[in-house]
T-cell receptor
Framework: SAVISQKPSRDICQRGTSLTIQCQVD?????MFWYRQQPGQSLTLIAT?????????ESGFVIDKFPISRPNLTFSTLTVSNMSPEDSSIYLC???????????FGPGTRLLVL | GNSVTQMEGPVTLSEEAFLTINCTYT??????LFWYVQYPGEGLQLLLK?????DKGSNKGFEATYRKETTSFHLEKGSVQVSDSAVYFC?????????????FGKGTLLTVNP
């Protein structure tokens, strides 16, 4: 299985500020996924990040709010912009492994916006 | 669109009790089905999967059978342990264009008491 790390593991931020979350994988992967897990809720896919092209965003998520970078095949960042308390969530990245249908997840970044 | 419905939690059991967590799905295609587990303070881990009808996924004493006729993928374990306390997510993966997109249920919190 892939080894995935995320930074930071947790943060407390003030409303109106932005936070960039990093995701590092120990092997090259074509796709990386970013999810949000709001308190007591399930995971919701934010976007798919492909190296060398623009990220593909799911309904309800826009690039201005969640810009994504994918500079190479082992790394991606997700920025949560102009944060509000409603952005308080766990943000997870994942990569396909063992066939594209199976995904392995990073440990997550716990964000609290005050 | 695709959706996953899990039984409402929380579920509280005594050690060595039998566990069933119900999961049903709606999908337009022929999805693969997964159970993911999130232990306290940890990231999401793949528990088991099944890729076609009548397949049985199994791992760590847990098992689930892909039932196409009832669109279900119920998770079972014959004898739970305290260490099984976690949140369990049922998910499906279906092809969307060139990607495989995961859709999650809301999760079921399991607490096992000694």
């Amino acid at each position: 299985s892939a080894v995935i790390s995320q930074k930071p593991s947790r943060d407390i931020c003030q409303r109106g500020t932005s936070l960039t979350i990093q995701c590092q994988v120990d092997s090259q992967v074509t796709m990386m996924f970013w999810y949000r897990q709001q308190p007591g809720q399930s995971l919701t896919l934010i976007a798919t990040a492909n190296q060398g092209s623009e990220a593909t965003y799911e309904s309800g998520f826009v690039i201005d709010k969640f810009p994504i970078s994918r500079p190479n095949l082992t790394f991606s960042t997700l920025t949560v912009s102009n944060m509000s308390p409603e952005d308080s969530s766990i943000y997870l990245c994942s990569v396909p492994a063992g066939g594209v249908e199976t995904q392995y997840f990073g440990p997550g970044t716990r964000l609290l916006v005050l | 669109g695709n959706s996953v419905t899990q039984m409402e939690g929380p579920v509280t059991l005594s050690e060595e009790a039998f566990l069933t967590i119900n999961c049903t799905y709606t999908a337009t295609g022929y999805p693969s089905l997964f159970w993911y587990v999130q232990y306290p303070g940890e990231g999401l881990q793949l528990l088991l999967k099944a890729t076609k009808a009548d397949d049985k996924g199994s791992n760590k004493g847990f098992e689930a059978t892909y039932r196409k006729e009832t669109t279900s993928f119920h998770l079972e374990k014959g004898s739970v342990q305290v260490s099984d306390s976690a949140v369990y997510f049922c998910a499906l993966s279906d092809r969307a264009g060139s990607n495989y997109k995961l859709t999650f249920g809301k999760g079921t919190l399991l607490t096992v008491n000694p």
